[in-house]
């Protein structure tokens, strides 16, 4: 069992395993939407199935009134709508967002990434994260969870994702010199009950403060719980490869038991319904992600809801009530984060929101290969080089286990005319011609496993190294030389896969052949399989594959030649 053949058959394997999940992803059966009988679940629309279990459904007005509204409107009656309706949008620009809030439930609407183009061809488009289009539904909502009755004379009345806010303007901007802005939205119950939702933005951050003011002059006890979820439809995104999987869906965190996705076939057997302190709920995706972070220490009731047609809600309601007494008020804070995947800035928000770079079950090992990535880039200054930098540091460290592996390899090579004449001697006797082979393995002090067992040590770093290039934002649109000017994308000339390919035929000539003909025809294919599947891999994993390859044939030259004088 030499080395190359089994690093080659692992390799092809796991590309194996990722075509195989973007076929499923690509062509696989999709679920199938359920029948509506009386009405569409649409955002903006009365419905009990998109707010959480007990609240107020109000039925959204035609317009905002000039004034704040003395009455609740009745939900009876209310017309079923083809697509999302809209009120009045609030634009909101910033060094880092351009947002839309709609004053209908002070939803998040739409959320552009100005830092992140959409295509690096024209970086005056940018990314568009969330988005209330009927076909890439995206959106936050927070709003408080109520009774419509309350029997011991308390005051329940709230503003949910479907009520109607008042709106101070319709549009903000971050000036120069300027290190933040709020956006209020108010409303006010007939009990006489004022509420003040308020968008915190800060310069520079991706991380926006929401929060809720409750003053009561009611004249009697304000109860009530507040709630914050995501509303998504299971769509794809248009400019990942197809070739490529990786995970979009919902994701919770708790203390007890860390990470863990729930996609939306989870969302669809079955409501999630658990009890988390300090945790936090999101929606995630290649690159990007949108997280509702509740205070510490607050005791939250997290759920999930399949609203039918693909569209899925994650979040939370607080499960300790809030009472505000008459003539007083209170404000409840919660941190709403929609941007880009930054380690470093997660890792400052809450305990285990990095870990939506999600390096799967090797993060003890990625995160530190990480680590070591961006401190060459912050000398170096270029990803591309970075790369090339730390392919080669990862080569030096295992040197002496490739040596030990190439140096069995040669050993093996030396042997390879006796093995011939073995196998011609005893046909197909393979008992007999399994004792000869380590008969002569003893004799000549050869260990038939020394060239395979180096390389498995290696593999989880490789693999480790695989979801670095992957899943780190970092790499999005980063240029190198020449054409490369994105190394999450493929190479537009397909020249990388062909030196890849080239490398691999030359590492296995450089490698003792086979002696079952079928494998060695199947070993002789995988250049041009390989060659082919990285022609539509991001360049940055090419690159790093290239010049692993050319590092293993010259120091597989070097000891073969030099070393040991083969």
Known sequence: MEQQRLFLTIGLFFLLYLAYDAWQLQFGPQPQP?????????????????????????TPQSS??????????????????????QAQRIKVETDVFHIEIDSRGGDVRIVDLVKYPKTNKDDTEAFRLMSDAEKNLYIAQSGFAGKREAN??????????NTMYIVEKTSYKLADGQDGLKVNLFWKSPDNVNFTKTYEFKRGSYEINVSHKIENNSGK???GNLYQQLQRKDFADENQSSFIYTYTGGVLYSPED??????FSDMTDENLKRDVKNGWAAMIQHYFLAAWVPPVDSQQSYFTRDLNESRYAMGMKATNETQVATGSSTVLNNTLYVGPKIQQDLEKI?????LTVDYGVLTFIAKP???????????VGNWGWAIILLTLLIKLVFYKLSEASYKSMANMRKVQPRLMALKERYGSDRQKMNQAMMKMYKEEKINPLGGCLPILVQIPVFISLYWVLLESVELRQADWILWFTDLSDKDPYFVLPLIMGISMFIQQKLNPAPMDPMQAKIMSALPIVFTVFFAFF??????????NNVLSIAQQWYITKIVIKA
């Not at 905002?64 to 309706?85: D, F, H, M, Q």
């Not at 011991?152 to 994702?161: C, E, M």
């Open 34 to 58: 359920v029948p509506q009988t009386q009405s569409v679940n649409v955002p903006g629309q009365s419905q009990s199935a998109d707010v959480p279990m007990g609240a107020d459904n109000p």
């Open 64 to 85: 905002v009134p000039s004034s704040i509204p003395s009455s609740i409107p009745s939900a009876e009656g209310a017309p079923v709508a083809k697509a999302i309706t």
């Open 152 to 161: 011991d004379g308390t005051v329940i009345a709230a503003p949910n994702h």
């Open 221 to 223: 006890t304000w109860r």
């Open 258 to 263: 860390k990470y863990q996705k729930i996609d």
């Open 350 to 354: 809450a305990p285990g929101l990095e």
């Open 369 to 379: 290969i990480f680590w070591l990535l961006t401190k060459i880039h912050n000398f």
């Open 538 to 547: 991001p360049s940055g994993l090419v690159l790093y594959w290239v010049v």
